[in-house]
């Protein structure tokens, strides 16, 4: 298995422009993180799916971002539009869920840069 | 106070001394996980562990449920370890999936 692949790596935009952040899983697993890294406020937890559903999007920061998983090996998360505060590395993580709460072999991808100038 | 508390934050070292890194929580949990991820900007989970001690080469990882601590613990440490070691702990039954992350602790080996 290739292991969670996101693209792009990097990503430069001007402010306002929307932006498109894709993930693929590795297969088998069923539930699928978005994660957001600054240098300010570390890992948090955006939104995460079980079974393609999403399940707690407490985290997304406002109405601007929104997450998709149209099928199991697939998740988007777009930010319309965007803004220089946006800036920061967004990584996404598959695990496996045996029961919706217990989580195992969690995996992350290699994240994606993204610059808002 | 933040849910997961790392310590310390910076720890540079020899290379050949071995490391501790601390990590205390407040939550419930189901699991706790330790991350590491290197100036490239990657993150590899490292153990995930729920109770005693687990071993992965020079990598060792031990939690007290009681006492709601674990540490990692690294051997013969390399300049290769340099990297930022995260501790996430996975809330219990009653919190679903949300992965509460330490800090991080900035390790770096000089050789």
């Known amino acids: 298995d290739a292991g969670v692949i996101q693209s792009p790596r990097h990503e430069v935009t001007e402010m306002g422009q929307e932006v498109t952040l894709r993930c693929k899983p590795i297969s088998g697993h069923n539930s699928l993180f978005w994660y957001r890294q600054t240098m300010m406020r570390g890992l948090e937890l955006l939104i995460y799916f079980n079974n393609n559903v999403p399940i707690d999007d407490s985290g997304m920061p406002e109405d601007r971002f929104s997450a998709k998983m149209p099928n199991a090996s697939f998740s988007t998360l777009k930010i319309q539009p965007s803004e220089p505060r946006d800036s920061a590395v967004y990584f996404c993580a598959s695990s496996l869920s045996l029961d919706g709460h217990s989580n195992y072999g969690y995996t992350f991808g290699s994240g994606t840069r993204l610059t808002v100038v | 106070k933040n849910e997961v508390e790392q310590s310390p934050q910076n720890l540079t070292a020899q290379e050949g001394e071995f490391i501790t890194i601390n990590c205390s929580y407040s939550?419930?949990?189901?699991?706790l996980h330790w991350l590491q991820q290197h100036p490239g900007g990657g993150i590899v989970s490292l153990f995930m562990?729920?109770?005693g001690k687990k071993k992965h080469g020079r990598l060792i990882a031990t939690i007290n449920i009681q006492e709601k601590h674990s540490s990692l613990h690294i051997t013969a440490s390399h300049p290769r370890d340099s990297a930022v070691y995260i501790c996430?702990?996975?809330?219990?039954?009653?919190?679903?999936?949300?992965?509460?992350f330490g800090e991080g602790t900035q390790l770096t080996v000089n050789p």
């Open positions: 939550v419930g949990i189901s699991a």
């Open positions: 996430a702990a996975l809330p219990g039954e009653t919190s679903g999936s949300r992965l509460t």
């Open positions: 562990l729920s109770s």
